[in-house]
């Protein structure tokens, strides 16, 4: 398979251009015999033209990029180019749902979600502790090992401030976790500190701390024992518990909620994106009675294709709602422009 990427803007601009070189370079790094030009390439498979609005005619098998269809010309300009190219390939599902229910032929449009750059790793959430550690064990510290037992150190770690953790941080660290331990109070590191951490955890059943209230006022999330002074500042803490279980159970639901999200977009990589369209520019080849052009992938990994099949269509209703925004967009750029 050849393909020429073709891109109307300068690689060095932003999103276009970044787009057409992570796609070209994900598709060398599979195989593909692949360039970027600014005009289509008649040698090539395909030409995949990043964007739609610039796509003037046929070349050889020709694909477009479609962003987003904000107003009444855009669409009228993509259904008058329908015959011209092969598929329209969105960047949602939600995209290609709506140009269906706009008139488009249903085989020839379809969808691959964006990629990532895989650069941005979830930070640990910093577990704040400021307190010192008692002989009659009144802060019931050794808690946070049972439950550090059951939660995963690479989304939580650990800062703690106040002489008598030193066990305990021996214990927290032959765990994996991160520990900054400061065995003595600074004032001026104690403020910085406060300000740094994600949650103020409190395990203690004496009252209550400072700590708690100097987290509140800098707007910081809180876990703290349900007693004492705690449960005046009923609207403020967020996270109360009374047993290790339930202690769990809080840390447990926030550590689902990140690995949740990053997860979200685990597939959603550049090698993904370029899979996805290889996957498509086969059956478009195929199609074409040109089975001997396909490149196959079948040994590739690949997490996101049989999403296609899975999307459900729009109500009338919803497409109606669409074109009246498409119409409202229109007339208010136009009232703009003068």
Known sequence: MKVRIVCYENLDGWILGKFATKLNSALQSIGI???????????????????????????TLDTVMVTHVDFVNKLK??????????????MSSDTMQKLIGFGLPKEKVNYVNPAHDETH??????????SNVYEDHRKNENIIVDLSKKIDPTIFSYTIMGSGWEGIRKQLSSLNFDV????????????????????????????????????????????????????????GIEHFFNSLSE??????????????????????????????????????LNKNQLRNKTFDIS????????????????????????????VKNSLLRRIRLG
């Not at 300009?77 to 190219?85: C, N, S």
């Not at 790793?121 to 400021?130: D, T």
Request: glycine share 4%; aromatic share 12%; proline share 1%.
């Open 33 to 59: 015999d692949s360039d970027i030009g600014n005009t289509p390439d008649n040698t090539a498979d395909i030409n995949h033209h990043i964007i739609y609005l610039d796509f003037s005619r046929r070349s």
């Open 77 to 90: 300009l993509l259904r008058d180019k329908v015959d011209a190219f092969e598929m329209a390939i969105c």
């Open 121 to 130: 790793k979830a930070k640990k959430l910093s577990v704040g502790i400021f």
């Open 180 to 235: 900054s331990y400061y065995s003595k109070f600074d004032k001026d590191l104690y403020n910085k500190l406060i300000y740094e951490i994600d949650y103020l955890l409190y395990v203690g059943n004496d009252e209550g701390s400072m700590s708690v209230l100097d987290a509140l006022a800098a707007g910081k999330s809180t876990i703290v024992s349900k007693q004492g002074f705690h449960l005046d500042l009923n609207d």
């Open 247 to 284: 202690l769990e159970i809080i840390f447990l639901d926030i550590e689902k909620k990140i690995k949740k999200r990053t997860a979200a977009v685990f597939a959603w990589t550049w090698k993904d994106y370029a899979l996805e369209h290889i996957y498509l520019w086969n059956q478009i």
């Open 299 to 326: 040994k590739e990994k690949f997490r996101r294709i049989n999403k296609k099949e899975k999307t459900s269509k729009y109500s009338n209703l919803k497409i109606f709602k669409h074109i009246v925004i498409l």
